[in-house]
């Protein structure tokens, strides 16, 4: 049940310590072979980081949202069902559509991540930090007069938009 939490978490120390990241998360089958896995979940979580991402985030899969929203509907019956769907249910508070393109990502600034962190001390300290960074690369990139500024650019443009949409 913490494995979004830990992503958000994971995201945002990143991006506060100057080190943005992207990347993709779905499901599927995957076979791990001499320490390589294969299958559809590696791949579909490269082709959301390298087709889908386009900017620090983590891109969440049509697949993976099928799945937590279907169990969040509680369809399996009983104590297991039950508790699956509130599970299912806790997840789906760290996703959201954003605004960027409509993609699904992880919430790593919005409010459930921010509720679920609330004992973490100075977690508005690192969330202010990566908007410092967001706006600082967004800034530099805007400078460029080049194909790549003006493609950073866009990309740090819509971070900080992030950013500052999930603090109001």
């Given at each position: 049940?913490?494995?979004?939490?830990?992503?958000?978490?994971?995201?945002?120390?990143?991006?506060?310590?100057?080190?943005p990241i992207r990347g993709g998360l779905d499901v599927?089958?995957?076979?791990?072979?001499?320490?390589?896995?294969?299958?559809?979940?590696?791949?579909?979580?490269?082709?959301?980081?390298?087709?889908?991402?386009?900017?620090?985030?983590?891109?969440?899969?049509?697949?993976?949202?099928?799945?937590?929203?279907?169990?969040?509907?509680?369809?399996?019956g009983g104590v297991r069902g039950q508790a699956e769907?509130?599970?299912?249910?806790?997840?789906?508070?760290?996703?959201?559509?954003?605004?960027?393109?409509?993609?699904?990502?992880?919430?790593?600034?919005g409010a459930a991540f921010r509720k679920a962190m609330?004992?973490?001390?100075?977690?508005?300290?690192?969330?202010?930090?990566?908007?410092?960074?967001?706006?600082?690369?967004?800034?530099?990139?805007?400078?460029?007069?080049?194909?790549?500024?003006?493609?950073?650019?866009?990309?740090?443009?819509?971070?900080?938009?992030?950013?500052?949409?999930?603090?109001?």
């Amino acid at each position: 049940a913490n494995a979004l939490q830990n992503c958000a978490a994971m995201m945002a120390i990143s991006l506060a310590d100057g080190n943005p990241i992207r990347g993709g998360l779905d499901v599927g089958t995957a076979i791990l072979d001499g320490g390589e896995l294969f299958g559809a979940a590696p791949v579909k979580a490269y082709v959301l980081e390298s087709k889908c991402a386009h900017y620090p985030r983590l891109v969440v899969g049509e697949t993976l949202v099928t799945v937590l929203t279907q169990v969040a509907e509680g369809r399996a019956g009983g104590v297991r069902g039950q508790a699956e769907s509130d599970i299912a249910e806790r997840l789906l508070t760290f996703l959201k559509q954003d605004d960027f393109d409509q993609r699904v990502i992880v919430d790593y600034a919005g409010a459930a991540f921010r509720k679920a962190m609330k004992d973490v001390p100075d977690l508005n300290r690192l969330l202010d930090m990566a908007l410092a960074l967001a706006v600082n690369s967004r800034d530099h990139f805007e400078l460029r007069r080049d194909a790549e500024g003006a493609k950073r650019f866009a990309r740090y443009r819509a971070l900080v938009r992030y950013l500052e949409g999930a603090r109001s």
